[in-house]
């Protein structure tokens, strides 16, 4: 009887079966990465709506959001109708100005504006009484939708018109 030093073929298979669920595991969780870059920024961007809805509820005044699809950046500010000057409102948590660009946030780097319109423009506006109106302060006659993108993983954010309710698809 010989002394064989090497590896048994039940060895070598359990190895290759492991290092192909590693590798299964590796790439799914490599592309669901796509999918949770876009996901977390269409939820931000719908709860910056809602915000935007909400303090034009609360404070009595017209509140919105424009998009920069050039530049992949929205912004969040008030709106004075009697002037039509759109002043950027202060993010609550940081104090700094309500600008929003995904390159900056951990996680959401590279997803891009790739459109937005409100009724063939690209600012939506909430009326005293929470009603969705376009950069001409008319009211919404359909929805109005964002597009986000990143690597070819989109998600829309809609804005119904009369309603103002935000959904993500």
Same mark, same amino acid.
């Given at each position: ?18 290092t192909g669920i590693l ?33 034009? %509820?609360?404070?009595? =005044? ?7 699809? &050039?530049?992949? $950046?929205? *912004? #969040?500010h008030e709106f004075d ?36 319109n409100f009724g063939g ?18 009211? %919404?006659?359909?929805? =109005? ?7 070819? &993983?989109?998600? $829309?954010? *809609? #804005? ?10």
């Amino acid at each position: 009887m010989r002394n064989e030093r090497g590896f048994s073929l039940v060895e070598l298979v359990l190895v290759l079966v492991v290092t192909g669920i590693l590798a299964v595991s590796a790439i799914s969780a490599y592309f669901g990465a796509e999918d949770n870059r876009v996901d977390g920024a269409a939820k931000r961007l719908a709860s910056d709506l809602a915000y935007a809805r909400q303090t034009a %509820l609360t404070e009595n =005044g017209v509140f919105g959001i424009a998009f920069d699809t &050039v530049n992949d $950046t929205y *912004t #969040v500010h008030e709106f004075d109708p009697a002037t039509a000057v759109e002043t950027t409102i202060a993010n609550t948590l940081t104090q700094q100005a309500a600008v929003t660009d995904f390159d900056n946030i951990p996680g959401m780097e590279g997803v891009t504006i790739q459109a937005a319109n409100f009724g063939g423009t690209q600012t939506v506006r909430f009326s005293s009484n929470g009603t969705p109106q376009d950069d001409n302060e008319a009211d %919404l006659a359909a929805q =109005g939708t964002v597009v986000l993108n990143h690597s070819g &993983v989109t998600r $829309t954010i *809609t #804005v119904q018109a009369n309603t103002g309710e935000i959904n993500i698809q």
